[in-house]
């Protein structure tokens, strides 16, 4: 009996944080990859079905490409090793990208400063023409 009841709150629990129908929370709770599915699901509203969330965590460019940062495979920089552990080693577009999203979403910004003197935010170049070092000052 106390199993079951667990398996209800469970279940309400999810249909309430996922905003989903019986049956995919059903789904969600028997499938072996629950975990990373809740969490596919929390992330896109968009993801309604548990085989659309097994659909993005099995495409290659959602696999995990370094456990620092948590750069995917999709993240990858062409102009330097690659990840976002080197955002203050590469001016690549990538890094700008990604490091703006991560301040969006976590909520804190990176500050950086050139040996010239100049002081921003994210992950931008300065413009005083030279090809100065960029030191994080967070």
């Not at 969490?39 to 659909?55: G, K, N, P, S, W």
Request: with cysteine; net charge negative.
């Amino acid at each position: 009996m106390p199993r079951q009841h667990a398996r209800k709150e469970d279940l309400a629990a999810l249909k309430e944080e996922l905003g989903i129908k019986h049956h995919v929370a059903v789904a969600i709770l028997d499938h072996p990859e629950r975990d990373r599915i809740q969490e596919v699901m929390a992330q896109d509203r968009d993801v309604r079905t548990v085989d659309a969330a097994v659909a993005i965590l099995e495409d290659p460019g959602n696999q995990l490409l370094c456990e620092t940062c948590g750069w995917t495979n999709s993240m990858v920089c062409p102009e330097c090793p690659g990840c976002g552990c080197y955002n203050d080693q590469c001016s690549g577009w990538r890094h700008s990208e990604y490091q703006e999203e991560m301040d969006a979403a976590t909520g804190e910004v990176r500050e950086y400063e050139c040996e010239c003197g100049w002081y921003g935010s994210g992950f931008h170049c300065c413009d005083c023409g030279a090809d100065h070092e960029y030191h994080c000052v967070c």
